[in-house]
């Protein structure tokens, strides 16, 4: 029912920039708390970062001070600016929403960062 599609993903070399976007439908977008969440090849999936419905928002350390997590409410969409990108940011990026206490999640994108 909730539909979340993710998109931005791809290459890019180390130190480039990649801006990943989700664009959310058929849920009350303003009153949920998103974020986004990254897997890589034989790891758990892991919290990048999150911003709750009133805009405050957690990072994962290890993205703090090169990834900036965004939503417009008008757009009902998320997004995600990663700059600086390393090779440790290889994997596939989730888009979460949470509502009551229910999560939601987008099919994932690719995100490659390798020369």
């Known amino acids: 029912q909730v539909q979340l599609v993710e998109s931005g993903g791809g290459l890019v070399q180390p130190g480039g920039s990649l801006r990943l976007s989700c664009a959310a439908s058929r849920i009350r977008f303003s009153r949920s708390t998103m974020g986004w969440y990254r897997q890589a090849p034989g790891r758990e999936r892991e919290l990048v970062a999150t911003?709750?419905?009133?805009?405050?928002?957690n990072y994962q350390d290890s993205v703090k001070g090169r990834f900036t997590i965004s939503r417009d409410n008008a757009k009902n969409t998320l997004y995600l600016q990663m700059n600086s990108l390393k090779a440790e940011d290889t994997a596939v990026y989730y888009c979460n929403a949470n509502i009551i206490g229910v999560s939601y999640w987008g099919q994932g994108t690719q995100v490659t960062v390798s020369s």
């Open positions: 911003i709750a419905r009133g805009g405050s928002i």
